[in-house]
């Protein structure tokens, strides 16, 4: 069965620092791979994709099939970018669902 | 265009009773999903409507029914509750043109059973 890790609950750091917000996943097929993000008292809103390679407000992600990982990196935290990140994964073989992993509460300190 | 939107934002249910909740999904999108969201967890695939139909399903029981109409608005419908059921209920949409369509997420239903 498919499946969506990240290990952190809780990653915090200070502003200007790097970020790195892990995700692994299990799957045997070809994965479609996404980050939510949802900030304070807002909907779940999707941050990127990594079909599309954008970089989104300064986060890129890239997917490591050997790893299975699909890491979500920033060089430059901002406190803005505190907010609740959420990994998904979708078998676009089985229709269009999203398995999530459990999210990573991102804090950024001054 | 408002984005997707549910109703309502909140309610209050006792064990027993069956709950219906609503989406409208985005303008544009034909194909409705529906999550459930436990506290301190990511969302859970329920169901998935497309064409009024339902495409797929995920692990939960069939307590759990949906439904969708001619203009794509959907409805989760919920019965027998049990505590359990408490939970964030959210509705994305989607243009279900092809594979790996991104989902637009409203804001939820928060259901709490007493």
């Known amino acids: 069965a498919q499946r969506v890790t990240q290990p952190e609950k809780l990653l915090s750091v200070f502003k200007g620092a790097p970020v790195e917000l892990k995700c692994n996943y299990s799957?045997?097929?070809?994965?479609?791979l996404f980050w939510y993000v949802q900030y304070s008292r807002q909907r779940l809103q999707l941050l990127l994709r990594?079909?599309s390679r954008e970089s989104i407000k300064g986060f890129t992600a890239d997917l490591n099939k050997g790893e299975t990982s699909f890491h979500l990196k920033k060089p430059f935290a901002q406190e803005e970018d505190s907010a609740m990140y959420y990994c998904?994964?979708?078998?676009?073989?089985?229709?269009?669902?999203?398995?999530f992993g459990a999210g990573t509460i991102l804090r950024v300190k001054s | 265009d408002a984005g997707v939107t549910q109703s309502p934002t909140h309610l209050i249910k006792t064990r027993g009773q069956q709950v219906t909740l609503r989406c409208s999904p985005k303008?544009?999108?034909?194909?409705v999903s529906w999550y459930q969201q436990a506290l301190g967890q990511g969302p859970q695939f329920i169901f998935q409507?497309?064409?009024?139909?339902?495409?797929q399903r995920g692990n939960f029981p069939d307590r759990f029914s949906g439904h969708q109409f001619p203009n794509y608005s959907s409805e989760l419908n919920v019965n027998a509750l049990l505590l359990g059921d408490s939970a964030l209920y959210l509705c994305?949409?989607?243009?279900?043109?092809?594979?790996?369509?991104?989902?637009?997420f409203g804001p939820g239903t928060r259901l709490t059973v007493l």
């Open positions: 799957y045997s097929g070809s994965p479609e």
């Open positions: 409507y497309y064409e009024e139909e339902e495409r």
């Open positions: 994305a949409s989607s243009s279900g043109t092809g594979v790996a369509d991104t989902q637009y």
């Open positions: 998904a994964l979708m078998r676009v073989e089985y229709g269009n669902k999203l398995v």
């Open positions: 990594h079909i």
């Open positions: 303008s544009g999108h034909d194909t």
